[in-house]
């Protein structure tokens, strides 16, 4: 988003070289407008590559691709939506295309923005692991080390995001007024569950909130 910002202030010079929240507000949109084109089209070759005698389903998958899981005054702010999806594709692409360390590369760019991208390991798991037993009922260590180091990197932006949270609750000591979280005390510490189970709304939930 900052590059897409910097790069809207090239036609306009400014001396002031902090970016104001405009800036970055119209460059995260521009950066979700891009990656909004390229989407479709990674899914269309994708679903092709699955079934390359079916353009069709290709065609319709790609279609479907554009309607939107969130309200769609979102696609095009900066929001995390699209990138996760974008490199989400891109590394489902790559794994087709028997490119795993890429693949998961990609999936860990994914998890920069989405937390529960750390479940895309679950393709590299399958193509190197699970799919060669069921294919020739032989089990291969090799591969199944090589899967659990690729598992690991795309854990790497959950983990560093639930550090970063850890460090920042932890900086500076506890007092009566801002104590530190519970989570914070938990082994191991979780800020993703804590904001799971406190701020998302469940069904349970609205039905307490609407029922007097």
């Not at 950066?31 to 679903?47: G, H, I, Q, R």
């Not at 998890?111 to 294919?135: C, E, M, T």
């Not at 530190?180 to 191991?188: E, F, H, I, S």
Request: charged share 15%.
């Amino acid at each position: 988003m900052c590059l897409f910002a910097q790069l809207i202030r090239l036609p306009f010079p400014h001396s002031n070289s902090k970016l104001s929240v405009r800036e970055l507000v119209v460059g995260g949109a521009l950066a979700s407008f891009v990656v909004d084109v390229f989407t479709p089209l990674t899914l269309y070759k994708l679903t092709l590559r699955h079934f390359p005698r079916r353009p069709l389903i290709a065609l319709i998958s790609a279609l479907l691709g554009l309607l939107p899981s969130s309200p769609a005054t979102l696609w095009y702010a900066p929001y995390t939506e699209p990138f996760f999806i974008f490199f989400s594709y891109q590394g489902m692409w790559a794994c087709a295309k028997r490119r795993h360390l890429f693949a998961s590369a990609l999936f860990a760019c994914a998890g920069a923005f989405r937390s529960n991208r750390v479940l895309l390991g679950g393709f590299v798991i399958w193509d190197l692991v699970v799919y060669p037993v069921l294919q020739r009922k032989s089990f291969s260590l090799r591969r199944a080390v090589y899967a659990t180091i690729l598992t690991a990197l795309i854990f790497t932006p959950f983990i560093a995001h639930q550090h970063s949270a850890y460090t920042h609750f932890r900086s500076s000591p506890p007092s009566s007024t801002y104590p530190n979280p519970m989570w914070c005390n938990k082994t191991p510490p979780s800020i993703y569950t804590y904001v799971q189970a406190k701020l998302h709304l469940r069904p349970s939930k609205i039905l307490e909130r609407r029922i007097p």
